[in-house]
């Protein structure tokens, strides 16, 4: 069972950056679809940012040309660098892996994964 673990979040000010990552551990994914989530106790978990088996990465309209999504698959990590951070990007971010097949394509559902972390933090303050 593959099981995910978060690190990396934390208080930041408004412009600052923060770098999330979420190692694999526990099984081997083989070029699976990844993807981060974020979440606020009041709505549902939005899609963030996904990067498929083939590289190939989305993003959310809100995060564009502020956040990059990259894996190291050597040593099975995710990543996360957010740049400009703004108040509204305050939630509890989620790690996820779909490791049941290969994907191609925007994933940004939650429905679609089947690996999850446990959530990290980030609070931006203005």
């Known amino acids: 069972q593959v099981q995910l673990v978060e690190s990396g979040g934390g208080s930041v000010q408004a412009g600052g950056s923060l770098r999330l990552s979420c190692a694999a551990s526990g099984g081997t994914v083989s070029r699976p679809c990844m993807g981060w989530f974020r979440q606020l106790p009041a709505k549902e978990r939005e899609g963030v940012a996904s990067i498929d088996s083939y590289g190939s990465t989305t993003y959310s309209d809100s995060v564009k040309g502020r956040f990059t999504i990259s894996r190291d698959n050597a040593k099975n990590t995710l990543y996360l660098q957010m740049n400009s951070l703004k108040p509204e990007d305050t939630a509890t971010y989620y790690c996820?892996?779909?490791?049941?097949?290969?994907?191609?394509?925007?994933?940004?559902?939650?429905?679609?994964?089947?690996?999850w972390g446990q959530g990290t933090q980030v609070t931006v303050s203005s």
């Open positions: 996820a892996a779909e490791d049941r097949w290969r994907c191609a394509g925007a994933y940004r559902q939650p429905d679609q994964y089947n690996r």
